[in-house]
């Protein structure tokens, strides 16, 4: 399937935005260079609002506003064999929705860009 994802992996939007998954995202269970790895769940509800390079996705008002994505639990690119306390580990094949923090607003997608590590990978 992929490299695992740890924290700091970096995460992309369908709107140009880029975050790095943050420290406590992880399952210290199971560790790469003492850095968690992320299982599924883990990724959902990480806002875009203050992204680097920012999210462009916003509101279909008159005025519109920003209105950055937040991200929805992974549905596709997930580990079948490697998990965590029953939970599959991110692969950097992994990706899923994302909601807009205002709307009406687009809904987007996102997936991983780089998995914050090289070493561990799972099938």
């Known amino acids: ?5 740890v924290e700091n992996a970096i995460i992309a939007c369908s709107h140009g ?8 995202s992880g ?3 199971l560790s790469v260079n003492g850095v968690s790895v992320v299982t599924n769940g883990k990724e959902s509800n990480l806002s875009f609002a203050n992204a680097k390079p920012q999210c462009n996705n916003k ?8 209105a950055p994505c937040i991200t929805q ?5 997930l580990t079948g064999k490697l998990t ?3 939970a599959p580990v991110l692969p950097d094949s992994a990706s899923g929705t994302t909601k807009p923090a205002l709307t009406p607003a687009a ?3 996102w997936k991983a860009s780089s998995p914050g590590q090289t070493k561990l990978q799972a099938t």
């Not at 399937?1 to 994802?5: D, K, N, P, Q, R």
């Not at 509101?59 to 920003?66: E, F, I």
């Not at 639990?73 to 690119?77: D, M, V």
Request: net charge neutral; proline share 3%.
């Open 84 to 86: 965590v306390g029953g």
């Open 73 to 77: 639990s992974a549905t596709g690119g």
């Open 1 to 5: 399937m992929g490299v695992v994802l």
């Open 17 to 24: 935005g880029q975050i790095q998954i943050q420290i406590g």
């Open 27 to 29: 399952d210290s269970r």
């Open 107 to 109: 809904v987007g997608t």
């Open 59 to 66: 509101t279909t008002t008159q005025s519109p506003s920003a």
